[in-house]
């Protein structure tokens, strides 16, 4: 067993730390591991992987998903729980979850290095991953021409991969959220330009935020990156109006919550959770700048190297069907995948959809998001 | 400690008698020397043991890993190339007008050009730029502390003293939340300056803000190596001094500040080096305009663009390291032998005269404590009310009831918050037990004379340099995947390694707080107790080890300190929520609301409290420097 019994004893005498002289003294302390290198076919894994997943003998009916940490851990939004519960119960199987901090770079490494994925599928997979993945990625890291009972009802326009890899499970908007106490936000993206708006924006960093990428493709999207006024243009006027760029979400949302700024760029689901806390729904407004906003579909993908791809393949079936569907969008806070979900009745007076939903699709993004990203970097932290 | 054979000599032979051992008249005391000889022989075993292995703790979780890395800057496609430092070093986004020169262009051309208006600093001028500033204003606010530490007694200075590592263990988001609390349009900070009539300040999204923060974090350590250096310095020189002729202050200038200038001016190169390379505060603060170069290393890895990450990761390391060699090269030249360990005697801060000089210093600390109380107080004030605040503004528990109810309901694979306390505390002691004989073990080997020893500790210095997140990304490759040797593939992960991870990057502190301490070991001390029959150890126990103690305390307490605010490695090298820590938890907590983050931000600040109150209550008087 490789780490699942020593997990926890961290006491080690500082001898036993001494009498290491390099590599192969290792071998043997708490947390290592030895495999064979050429394990073709995967049967020898009563190994656990680095989160914590450890198999037992029964290989069979054990699913492993690899996902991002709030999908099962965090205090708001985590649907992975009920998920695993339910999925256990009516699939007679076992289901664990793997949430590396790098996420899915995290299993790309993994490809990269030669180790084994130890992991079935990922949830979690949007377009801009797969784009960044590729470009740095020579191999096949999901399978393609991926098909599912019960794909047949995902809403039109929402699968994202040319090549079949994802399955989308719900999608999202990133929008501008505001505190009508304070400002009442524009209608359009010029009127974030007004002098009335100086210093009310706060964003978020594109290379180190999704809602802050999502938003910067948004401008592009709606300006272009080429002619007479493009993206670029107008984060230039953008700046020249004391727009706030943070890194994360988090913090940007924190100096909106503190009255920093009376602007940030968020989730249209932000009435959601306001109402869960108790919070004056006036403070949380939502805007669709010129009644856009950009969609954020995320995916299901199955590893090309998965031990148990039709329990995966059941897994994904599972996350479509209606009340499982209705139990994503409640617990996640976003919009079903599918035509079929059953939804709260109250739920669309909270979460807003808007009338135009913009997005750039794989073909689109291959090629040039990496460069849209960087030129933006290089307008913006210019020293 | 007390069978560290600290050996701080570095002549070949030292032990006196060696020469007359056949000398038949002394056989009884020939035979008690070569019981001391081979002692002598088995302490330098030892000592050999102890620096082999922790080269190899060193080689194993850091070199080897970080080398995986750094690699892809020069090998691109599996071809050897400079082309990636290149391009780089000719980028007048990261290098500003200095790239031209690289580029071919004469440089008094671009020494004109830079003097004028349109001059560009690049990325890492910035970085360089505000890192200086930031150690500027962490001086500023950490000298005045260490004034009031070690020259004053009053009532809860020990306390305070321990307290001051806390802003050490705090996540950035933590510092984030108290600090736009503080420092905002609608923070304390305003009120105040409102209450007084004062117009308020926009601090948010400035330099000033970022300085402010990187001051919360370093100029606590500042004040501590600053501490340790004024307290023991040896009363009867001043005395000496005194008796001399000299005025206070003369003996201040040729006495005291001799003593002290090293520490300071280490904690300043150790906060340049840190605010070089750390980013999520001043995004979180100061915004995408005031990036540095770690913020675009982390978005290069995040887009999987390695070489050109490691490449600036180079660049950053290379600088970091520089900065600490001047600083070494500083510390062997100008450190003052120092033969005694009665401090000097501490003054209330009630003067017992009412004259100006005895005022007006106290005067100054009154001001430094209003300046400290926004600085550090409010930000950690700040955090635990948001802790206790709900959504709608009004004062709760319910963060908290998120922690007891996750700690009593929460799935395995989820973070629960005792577990998280109980490893933190477990990993924080382990890593401390293993950073000390390193780091006691490197100073020894970097504090004797050959040619090169200065590059030797500024290596030993490089887990303070590296970009963070390229250690995180080597550890994944190098421990957590495993390296492929004879056919199979050799992984370490777990908690083994998460406390050689911790140690490694605790025990550059030991080495530079006890160093120094080594350094100034007034040679002829140690002679002399040799020539009237010590034995070595017995050296080592009575002399050496009470005057370098303060500093293996202080460093020790660095150590803690670090393990118990560690997140990148650890989060890499856990097997799972059962190997989670505080800080891990306190990530994970993270949701729309921050509170229950903030809640376990607030139990993390307590646990670490309460440790450092009892180390050092449990440490004695020399302890907790």
């Known amino acids: 067993m490789i780490n699942g019994s020593n997990a926890d004893d961290g006491t080690h ?72 519960d339910e999925f256990e119960s009516r699939y007679d199987a076992e289901l664990q979850y793997a949430t590396p901090d790098n996420e899915l770079n995290y299993y790309v490494e993994r490809a990269a290095s030669g180790a084994q994925m130890d992991a079935d599928l990922y949830v979690g997979v949007n377009t801009e991953d797969l784009v960044q993945i590729d470009e740095a990625y020579d191999g096949d890291l999901f399978v393609s021409d991926l098909e599912v009972d019960g794909d047949e009802e995902i809403r039109d326009g929402l699968r994202f991969d040319p090549f079949g890899r994802t399955v989308p499970y719900d999608t999202g908007y990133v929008s501008l959220v505001y505190d009508s106490t304070e400002t009442e936000a524009p209608e359009t993206f010029e009127g974030l330009l007004e002098e009335e708006h100086r210093g009310d924006l706060i964003a ?155 997005t750039f699709d794989y073909d689109e993004l291959q090629g040039s998001m990496e460069g849209w990203v960087s030129e933006w970097e290089r307008q913006l932290a210019g020293n | 400690m007390s069978d560290d054979p600290v050996d701080d000599d570095g002549t070949p032979d030292n032990t006196s008698g060696d020469t007359r051992d056949d000398d038949p008249e002394a056989s009884a005391a020939s035979g008690q020397r070569r019981t001391a000889r081979v002692r002598d022989r088995l302490e330098r075993r030892v000592l050999a043991a102890l620096a082999l292995g922790t080269l190899g703790v060193l080689l194993v979780v850091f070199y080897y890993p970080v080398a995986t890395v750094l690699v892809e800057s020069v090998v691109v496609d599996g071809v050897v190339t400079l082309g990636v430092f290149v391009e780089l070093l000719r980028d007048p986004f990261y290098f500003g007008d200095l790239a031209r020169v690289f580029a071919g262009e004469n440089p008094l051309t671009v020494a004109r050009d830079f003097l004028g208006p349109d001059r560009r600093i690049g990325i890492i001028g910035f970085t360089a730029y505000q890192a200086a500033l930031s150690t500027l204003v962490s001086v500023a606010l950490g000298v005045p502390l260490a004034y009031l530490l070690a020259r004053f007694e009053f009532r809860g200075r020990r306390t305070l003293r321990s307290l001051t590592i806390l802003p050490f263990v705090l996540p950035s988001i933590m510092v984030a939340v108290g600090f736009v609390a503080t420092f905002g349009r609608t923070g304390t900070l305003n009120s105040v300056l409102g209450a007084l009539g004062l117009p308020p300040v926009e601090l948010m999204f400035t330099l000033e803000a970022i300085l402010i923060a990187h001051a919360f974090y370093n100029a606590p350590l500042v004040a501590r190596v600053t501490t340790a250096a004024w307290e023991s310095v040896d009363a009867s020189a001043i005395e000496t001094a005194r008796s001399l002729g000299a005025g206070p202050l003369r003996a201040f200038y040729d006495v005291v500040a001799p003593q002290v200038y090293p520490a300071v001016l280490m904690g300043a190169a150790l906060t340049f080096v840190f605010t070089f390379g750390t980013f999520p505060i001043v995004l979180a603060l100061g915004g995408f305009q005031l990036a540095t170069v770690e913020v675009f290393i982390y978005r290069l890895v995040r887009d999987l663009n390695y070489a050109e990450a490691a490449a600036l990761a180079v660049v950053e390391l290379v600088i970091s390291l520089a900065v600490l060699f001047a600083y070494l090269r500083y510390e062997a030249k100008h ?145 957590v995947f495993g390296v492929e040797i004879g056919g199979w593939r050799i992984a370490i992960a777990g908690s083994a390694a998460i406390v050689a991870a911790h140690a490694v990057s605790g025990y550059p502190f030991v080495v530079r707080t006890v160093a120094p301490g080594l350094e100034s070991l007034d040679r002829s001390l140690i002679e002399s107790a040799r020539a009237l029959g010590a034995s070595r150890s017995r050296v080592v126990r009575d002399i050496e080890l009470p005057l370098v103690w303060p500093g293996v305390v202080a460093g020790a307490a660095f150590a803690v300190a670090i393990s118990m605010g560690e997140f990148t490695s650890t989060i890499v090298l856990a097997t799972g929520a059962d190997a989670y820590t505080m800080p891990i938890a306190i990530e994970r907590f993270i949701g729309r609301r921050l509170g229950p983050a903030t809640a376990m931000g607030v139990v993390l600040l307590v646990v670490t409290a309460i440790s450092f109150v009892v180390i050092e209550r449990l440490g004695g008087d020399y302890s907790g420097l």
């Open chain 1, 13 to 84: 005498s500082r001898r036993e730390f001494i009498a290491l002289g390099g590599a192969a003294g290792v071998t043997g302390l708490a947390g290592c591991s030895a495999e064979p290198v050429d394990d073709t076919n995967g049967e020898g894994s009563g190994n656990g992987d680095e989160n914590g997943v450890v198999g037992d003998g029964d290989d069979d009916r054990v699913l492993t998903v690899g996902t991002f940490g709030s999908f099962v851990d965090a205090p708001s939004i985590s649907p992975g729980e009920w998920l695993k």
């Open chain 1, 204 to 358: 978020q960093n594109p290379g180190s935020s999704t809602t802050g990428l999502r938003f910067v493709l948004h401008t592009v999207h709606r300006f272009g990156d080429e002619g007479e006024y493009d993206y670029l243009d107008f984060w230039a006027d953008l700046q020249e109006n004391d727009v706030r760029v943070t890194d994360a979400w988090d913090a940007a949302y924190t100096s909106w919550s503190e009255g920093e700024a009376p602007m940030v760029v968020s989730y249209s689901t932000d009435q959601v959770f306001a109402s869960q806390d108790g919070a004056d729904l006036d403070q949380h407004q939502i805007r669709f700048l010129n009644d856009e906003a950009y969609a954020t579909p995320s995916g299901m993908a199955l590893f090309e190297d998965a031990e148990n791809p039709e329990l995966a393949r059941q897994f994904m079936s599972f996350m479509l069907e209606p009340d499982v569907q209705g139990e994503i969008v409640e617990r996640n806070v976003s919009f079903p995948a599918t035509e079929t979900a059953e939804l709260p009745a109250d739920y669309d007076e909270l979460a807003h959809e808007p009338d135009v939903p913009v």
């Open chain 2, 335 to 479: 450190t003052v032998q120092s033969g005694g360990v009665r401090p000097l005697p501490r003054k209330p801060l009630v003067p017992p005269v009412n004259t100006v000089r005895e005022w007006l210093p106290r005067a100054g600390l009154g001001v430094y404590a209003v300046v400290a109380s926004f600085v550090f107080i409010a930000p950690i004030a700040s955090m635990i009310l948001a802790s206790v605040t709900g959504g709608d503004g009004a004062l709760t528990l319910e963060h908290y009831r998120f922690l007891l109810d996750r700690q009593e309901t929460g799935a395995a694979f989820q973070v629960r918050p005792w577990p998280a306390i109980r490893n933190s505390l477990v990993f924080a002691a382990a890593s401390a037990l293993v950073a000390l004989p390193m780091g006691v073990v490197i100073a020894v080997v970097t504090t004797r004379e050959y040619l090169g020893r200065k590059l030797v500790g500024t290596l030993a210095m490089a887990p303070f340099a590296v970009s963070g997140i390229l250690v995180g990304l080597g550890l994944l490759r190098g421990l």
